[in-house]
């Protein structure tokens, strides 16, 4: 009887938590059977057993071996699609998590409409970040649960599809993440690589490119973590023979200038209109300029982003996003007219009281900030306000006068905008007028299979507004 059978044969969770706690090596198929009772359900692993494992992994790694099973039982859990009669190349990407990071939005159908199919499996908010399926939902309709042949019809014909995993697909990376986003379980290099990867694997993909988030907003906020996460997901890429790159993307402050559902709708739907923050429409372009070159139609990432920018100023994107949205049984006119996004009943301005210059602003404690606004969860079956969230009016290196704004709280209520006001005034850190602010570059190293790590093609210097 292997170790961690009772004498009856049953597998015993407990035990299995107890090696994954002491960093012991699990018997051969210990964590598949663990793994499979927890999806069926009524089989003696809980949703406190896998929690408390979770947290092992957290603290213990896993070993490569059991990582590999743990992306193929993840993969297992659920159907793969299978897409090969699409004409064109099947590229999709995924962030490892950021704080105002709706850049998925203007993506999908920004390389949709260079000749990509993008069958896109998103996640909901995890942890202090937010998640595309959330945002998306804030669209009224927005359906993130299609049927699978619903799925597939989307993206042949608008060319990309965002849902979020079903029962039928990554089924249980559904349940382990939205564990993980309230056990405080999410940073953990071999969690992170299986919850991503077995979500893309699913589907059917010939090109991958992964957002590898680096800086105080992301889960692994130091760049040699940030690289062995990115390492890790190209090796089960490669693996899995999809052909998958990695870009280290920085998360010192939060990507554009909304945090918070509605809010990063519209201002993903202002990207489409060539209008929005700068480094917003950075980021896009230069992720499409590298999934056009993994798809193979371009000949490097230069040439694909000029490709890209060439497509998002032409327009014909903003009305591949309309389509996306019409067919997932959104309301479509918010693609003209933001204002019919969920609005929060109070805006509260929040401006400069000395003068100075802006030397940071904190992704970390905005993103938890729009979770006690109501926007984010704490508990696993919490709904979300769409509404709530912050708008930033001032980036690092701005000079500011009392009274200046330097954002807007959305708050269901004035206690909470009060709460919000707090929150905005720690996260913008104000120093001496002239102080130096070391400009950081939005987009760093590249990761591939079998090339050394470099340096992308991105513009030059700081990314500002
Ligand atoms: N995105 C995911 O899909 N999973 C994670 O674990 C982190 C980010």
Redesign the pocket.
Known sequence: VPVLRDGSGALNPVRLVEAARDGEPLPEGALEAFLEAYRRGGEGVEDYHVAAFLMAVVFRGLAPGDLSRLVRAMLGSGVRLDLSHLPGPRVDK?S??GVGDKASLPLAPLVAEGGLFVPMMA?RG?GHTGGTVDKLESIRGYRTDLELDEFVSVVETVGCSIVGQTEEIAALDRRL?AL?SVTGT?PSIP??AA??MS?KLAEDLTGLVLDVKVGRGA?FPEEARALELARTMVGIGGDHGVATSALLTSMERPLGRAVGNALEVAEAVACLRGEGPGDLRDLVLTLAGEMFRIGGIVPDARVGRERAEQLLDGGGPLGRFRRMVDRHGGDPRIVDDPGRLPAAPVVREVRAEAPGRVLAVDPLSLGRGVVELGGGRTRLDQDIDPSVGFVLHVVPGDDVAPGDLLGRVHAASEPDARRGETVLRAAVEVGPSGAEVEPRPLVGRRVAAGEPVDRPASRPGPTGS
């Open positions: 995924h490892t998590g996640g995890l993440y993980r999410v969690l992170v919850s991503i979500k889960f």
